[in-house]
């Protein structure tokens, strides 16, 4: 099925409001951009509780680089070469390596060698833990009110990737 811009956003606010209404967790809105078009969110979190001012420019670019190729193939499980990274924010081998030690330590990602590269799984900035549930699932937004909830939800779950639990490197 092709889609214009105009039907792939019909198309779009369909599926999210399909996936929020099998979502078992009530009045809520599924996060997405406001903008549309070819562009991608951070977790606002980031900025708000002052992490964003915290990081080095090594630390944001490979971020921004993850958070880009997590929108751009639905996951926010990533499997991805050094090469591949440096590629896509221009960091040196280096810099690449301080800065995935520092986002694990901000709470933002948490990664794992592989035989390939590395395993790198997005985290939620306000509990520093992956989100619950498959990582091809939308993340849903709660409410203020609701969070706190959600927050102990969360932290009952151990943290799993491909029903394995993660080494925290």
Known sequence: MQFNQHSWKEHEHAELTNIAAQSQVPAVVVMTTMIG???FGIPSALIRDGIWKEMLP???AVYIALLHE???FHS???????????ALCGQSSRALSRARKKLHEHGLIVY??????????ICNPETGQPYPGSPRQAIVYMPAEDFSQRKQQESAKPSLVGGVPLKWN
Request: charge should be neutral; hydrophobic fraction near 25%.
């Open 76 to 86: 926010r499980e990533l499997q991805r070469t050094d090469a591949e990274l440096t």
């Open 112 to 121: 794992m060698l592989k035989s390939t590269g590395y395993l790198y799984v």
């Open 70 to 72: 997590s929108e751009r």
């Open 37 to 39: 078009g070819p562009y």
């Open 58 to 60: 090594a630390e944001k």
